[in-house]
């Protein structure tokens, strides 16, 4: 029960502590309590840090974009009315990341300083200095991976590499947030998503060795959050570096996608989904790489990334004979979508309710072996 709670004393659990042992969807609704109670009581500071707590949590857990985007724009004409431009910073990039991915900007791949000027929240000029190129803020740090995050969600590889090296430009010591800040868990797993992706591209060995640390810091982790995590991470490490034994990594990445939605991260269990039918494409096994590609349709319909879903249909011959759908309606019902006719039969859609308890995303592995 946090109703007597400071926004200080569940800043430090939620944000520090409790997702070591709970699900981080767990925290959602403490952090945003702390937050409303902060106004009450006068304690901005630590409420904005609850706020911001919130915010991450929401996009990290795959919950429904559209809701956030509105809820998040409310929270950023708050913080305006009461002055706190500098907080603003601190949530911006989670409501461009919101907009971009719900088809609302004209660029979705878009994560600048110009791009966060554009909501039309911040007056104060100096915010700015925050996101400049010399900047080593954490709030810089931040809107930085959120940039990688899109560009890999949009098949952006060479926009990935860029933003990557200007994070890697960035001190050492300042490339990460506190030890146990939940927001690393983003951190990391870009870090060797990507950085597989782009050591498989470019050859560049720092690519390889980021995405090796990366690895080992989410298996060395107690934190149960990063179980799916680093299960994904050896599934994509296998599909670089032992790419012939398809069996192998096919089995890496159905356990992966398993443990994202148990776990409630159906927004990584479509990026999962995805990079396992590019595998499966690379194998010219084109029965698993539709198989995948239609739950990863269907996941990112669920989450409302209806620019991904649209991206994906322009993307993969798969899907350019589909009965065209109304996208607000696949925003809503994901699990609606309809595919060929083979895919009613052994494709399980979960509900939401379904996922994280004994659902397997297996998705009719039994069915379609």
């Known amino acids: 029960d946090t109703g007597n709670t400071s926004a200080a004393t569940i800043h430090f659990i939620h944000g520090m502590c409790a997702h070591i ?4 969807a767990s925290s ?29 949590i929401y996009l990290m857990c795959g919950l429904p974009l559209g809701p956030f985007f509105a809820d998040a ?20 990039p989670n409501i461009v990341m919101a907009k971009n991915l719900t088809g609302q900007s004209e660029d979705p791949k878009e994560m600048t300083w110009k791009a966060i000027e554009a909501l039309g929240f911040v007056s104060d000029p100096t915010v700015a200095d925050i996101f400049a190129e010399n900047s080593t803020s954490p709030k810089r740090l931040m809107m930085l991976y959120y940039q990688v995050w899109l560009a890999y969600i949009m098949d952006d590889l060479d926009l990935a590499e860029e933003t990557m090296n200007k994070i890697l430009a960035m001190p ?9 800040h939940f927001a690393n868990y983003l951190c990391e797993y870009l870090d060797g998503a990507v950085g597989y992706r782009l050591y498989a591209k470019t050859h560049r060995r720092v690519f390889r060795n980021i995405a090796d640390r990366a690895l080992q810091w989410m298996k060395n982790s107690q934190s149960i959050n990063c179980v799916a995590f680093a299960q994904f991470l050896e599934a994509q490490k296998a599909s670089v570096m032992d790419r012939a034994n398809k069996d192998g990594v096919k089995g ?18 479509a990026i999962a989904n995805e990079e396992a039918a590019q595998y499966m494409l690379y194998h010219k096994d084109n029965f698993w790489a539709e198989e995948y590609l239609q739950r990863a349709i269907t996941l990112y319909g669920e989450w ?6 649209d991206h994906m249909r322009s993307k993969y011959e798969y899907f350019q004979n589909d009965v065209e759908q109304d996208r607000n309606a696949l925003a809503r019902h994901g699990t609606a979508l309809r595919g060929r006719e083979r895919f009613q039969s ?3 859609t979960l509900s ?13 592995l039994d069915e379609a072996s």
Do not use: W
């Open 346 to 348: 052994v494709v399980k």
């Open 21 to 24: 042992k709970a699900p981080l």
């Open 172 to 180: 050492k010591n300042d490339r990460r947030f506190l030890g146990s």
């Open 28 to 56: 959602l609704d403490p952090a945003l309590k702390g937050y409303r109670s902060s106004l009450e009581q006068g304690d901005v500071f630590y409420g904005i840090l609850c706020l911001c707590s919130y915010c991450h």
């Open 73 to 92: 724009k409310n929270f950023a004409g708050q913080l305006k009315l009461f002055g706190h431009d500098s907080a603003l910073g601190m949530i911006l």
């Open 252 to 269: 890496l990445y159905d356990k992966a996608i398993t443990s994202f939605v148990r776990s409630g991260y159906s927004n990584f269990a």
């Open 304 to 309: 409302g990334a209806t620019v991904k879903v």
């Open 352 to 364: 939401r309710n379904e996922v994280g308890g004994e659902a397997d995303l297996a998705l009719g």
